[in-house]
């Protein structure tokens, strides 16, 4: 199986900045696109941007220009750096990735456990 575990999440101020990282472990043979999602309760859940393994990117209208998708492939590491941070941007991030695993074939979609993200004054 495949284990994210996302960290860095808390509580920041209306303009401030936040960057969230998910790391990804288990027997994985090949990882493909990641990416962040959140969902605030009683909504769904929303893509808030994601990056290919080449590293293409893709962002929410809403995010554009604030926040910023990085991946490292050797630390099978995402990152969201988020700036100018609005109250609406609050929410339990998701981290997700698209992975194989070692011996098997296809690929399957992961999701780690969550990261509250409020942005309040």
């Known amino acids: 199986q495949v284990q994210l575990v996302e960290s860095g999440g808390g509580l920041v101020q209306p303009g401030g900045s936040l960057r969230l990282s998910c790391g990804a472990s288990g027997s994985i043979s090949s990882l493909g696109t990641m990416g962040w999602y959140r969902q605030v309760l009683g909504n769904e859940r929303e893509l808030v941007a994601s990056?290919?393994?080449?590293?293409?990117?893709n962002y929410a209208d809403s995010v554009k220009g604030r926040f910023t998708i990085s991946r490292d492939n050797a630390k099978r590491t995402v990152y969201l750096q988020m700036n100018s941070l609005k109250p609406e941007d609050t929410a339990v991030y998701y981290c997700t990735a698209i992975a194989s695993l070692s011996g098997l074939r296809g690929f399957n979609n992961y999701w780690g456990q969550g990261t509250q993200v409020t942005v309040s004054s």
């Open positions: 990056i290919s393994s080449s590293s293409s990117t």
